[in-house]
C-alpha cells in the first residue's frame, strides 16, 4: 500500500507542478532544483497522509506549495497562494466526486477494495487523478488564454473564494471520510459534491472573464493613450507650422530692411537687424539642449516642452543619456505621458506654473522623477483625485503609470512638498 501511495504521491506532485510551470513561467525548464521540489512535495504529501486530520493535511500542503511557488518560480505570494488552494481543492473535491459514486454503485466493497487491495487503491486513486487532472486541465485552459496580470486586489479576491470553497469542502470530506463503512448519503454527496465542482469551474471562469476584460481595458486605454498622443502631436505641428510661417514673414520684412539700411549706410542698424534674424531662424529648430539617446523619451520630453511653451509654463529638464532597455515602448510612453500630462494640467492651475522633469538610470533602473506647482490637491480615501473631462480615463492615469511599474519591476510613488507635486517612477531596464 505505501509503493501505491508513493506512486499517487508522485503523480499528484508532478501535476501540481506542470500545473504552476506552465501558467507562472512557461518558458522555466525543469532542472534540478524543480525536481528536488518534486521529491519534497511528495515527500510532504506522503508524510500528510498519517496525520489522520483531514484540515492538517491541506493546510501543510497549502503552506509548502505556496513556498515552492514563489521560491522556485518567482511567483507573487498571492498568486502562488491563488493557485495552491485551486490546485487542493480541486484535488479534495474530485476525490469526493468519485468516492460518492464508487461508494453508492459499490456499496461496502468499494472500502474494503480501496484500502485493502493495493492494486485497486492504486486503479481507484488513479481515477480520482484522472478526474482532478482534467479539472486541472480545464482550468490552465482557461487561465491560459489570458493575461494574468491583472491587480493584486482581484487576485486577493479569487484566493479569499477559493479559500472559502477550500474550508467548505474540507469540512464535507471531514464528514464522508470519518469511518470505513457504506454511507447512506453517497447519492446526495456525489450530487452535491458534483455541483460544487461545477460552481468551481464557473467561478475561474468567472475570474478569467476578468482577466481577459482587464486585458481589454488595457488596451483600450493605450488605444486611447495613441490617439490623445497624436492628437497632441498634431496640435503641436500645426502651432509650430503657424508659428514658422509667422516667423519667415517677419525674417522676410526684416531682410527688406536691412536691405534699405545697408542701401542708406546704417550699417550698425543693419547689423543689429541681422542680429534679431538669426535669434528668430534659431526659433525655427527648436531643440533638447540635453538627449538621453532615446528616441521615444526624447520625442516625448520635446513635446511636452513644447506644450508647456504655448501654455506659458516654465519647462526645465535634466536628461542623461540611457542605454539599451528592455522596457517596452508602450510602458515608456504610458509612464512619460501620464506624469506630464498631470504635472502640466496641475501647473497651470497655480500662480507660477513650473514643470521639471529629471531622466536618469539609478543602478538597473529607468527613473523618471518629474515636478510641478499646483494650487491644490485633491483626495479621496487616499488615493489623487482629478479635475479633467474624460474622468474614466484621466482618473486612472496614476493608477496605470503604478500598475505599469510594477509590472516592469518598479514601483511609483509621489508626494508633495509646499506647493510642488513630486512624482518618482522607475522601470528596471532588463
Not at 472559502?164 to 469540512?171: A, D, G, L, Q, S
Not at 509650430?240 to 542698424?269: F, Q, W
Request: proline residues 2%.
Amino acid at each position: 500500500m505505501v509503493y501505491a501511495d508513493l506512486m499517487i504521491s508522485i503523480i499528484k506532485s508532478a501535476i501540481i507542478l506542470v500545473f504552476f510551470l506552465k501558467l507562472v513561467d512557461e518558458k522555466k525548464k525543469i532542472t534540478l532544483v524543480g525536481c528536488l521540489s518534486l521529491f519534497v512535495l511528495t515527500g510532504v504529501m506522503m508524510l500528510t497522509y498519517n496525520f489522520g486530520i483531514l484540515w492538517l493535511q491541506q493546510i501543510t500542503l497549502m503552506a509548502v506549495i505556496t513556498l515552492i511557488g514563489v521560491v522556485i518560480f518567482k511567483a507573487k505570494p498571492y498568486i502562488s497562494f491563488s493557485l495552491a488552494v485551486t490546485s487542493l481543492f480541486m484535488n479534495l473535491l474530485s476525490e469526493i466526486v468519485i468516492r460518492s459514486l464508487l461508494d453508492m454503485i459499490m456499496g461496502d466493497e468499494f472500502n474494503i477494495a480501496y484500502k485493502i487491495n493495493p492494486i485497486n487503491h492504486f486503479i481507484i486513486a488513479f481515477i480520482m487523478i484522472s478526474v482532478w487532472g482534467g479539472a486541472m486541465y480545464l482550468i490552465y485552459k482557461l487561465l491560459s488564454q489570458e493575461d494574468l496580470k491583472v491587480f493584486r486586489s482581484v487576485w486577493m479576491h479569487f484566493a479569499f473564494i477559493m479559500t472559502v470553497f477550500m474550508f467548505i469542502t474540507t469540512v464535507f470530506g471531514s464528514f464522508y471520510f470519518v469511518d470505513g463503512t457504506e454511507n447512506p448519503n453517497s447519492f446526495l454527496f456525489f450530487v452535491l459534491s458534483l455541483s460544487f465542482l461545477a460552481m468551481s469551474i464557473l467561478v475561474v471562469n468567472f475570474f478569467a472573464e476578468i482577466c481577459s476584460s482587464y486585458k481589454k481595458e488595457n488596451n483600450m486605454r493605450a488605444l486611447y493613450s495613441d490617439f490623445y498622443a497624436v492628437k497632441e502631436q498634431l496640435a503641436i505641428q500645426f502651432q509650430a507650422s503657424n508659428k514658422m510661417k509667422k516667423i519667415r514673414h517677419d525674417i522676410k520684412n526684416h531682410l527688406y530692411s536691412v536691405s534699405s539700411l545697408l542701401e542708406k549706410g546704417e550699417y550698425e542698424k543693419a547689423k543689429e537687424m541681422l542680429s534679431e534674424i538669426s535669434i528668430s531662424a534659431d526659433k525655427l529648430q527648436p531643440s533638447l539642449h540635453q538627449t538621453t539617446g532615446n528616441g521615444l523619451v526624447d520625442a516625448m520630453i520635446s513635446y511636452k516642452a513644447a506644450v508647456c511653451e504655448g501654455n506659458n509654463i516654465f519647462f526645465e529638464y535634466s536628461l542623461e543619456t540611457l542605454p539599451e532597455m528592455a522596457i517596452p515602448s508602450s510602458a515608456i510612453s504610458s509612464v512619460l505621458s501620464n506624469l506630464l500630462d498631470n504635472a502640466i494640467e496641475a501647473s497651470l492651475s497655480s500662480d507660477n506654473p513650473e514643470v521639471r522633469i529629471k531622466v536618469f538610470m539609478y543602478k538597473d533602473y529607468f527613473t523618471v522623477i518629474v515636478k510641478n506647482t499646483f494650487s491644490r490637491v485633491k483626495r479621496k480615501d487616499g488615493a489623487l483625485m482629478t479635475d479633467k473631462e474624460n474622468k474614466e480615463f484621466h482618473g486612472l492615469g496614476m493608477e496605470i503609470v503604478k500598475e505599469v511599474c510594477k509590472e516592469n519591476g518598479g514601483f511609483y510613488k509621489w508626494e508633495t512638498v509646499g506647493n510642488v507635486f513630486v512624482a518618482n517612477a522607475i522601470m528596471k531596464i532588463n
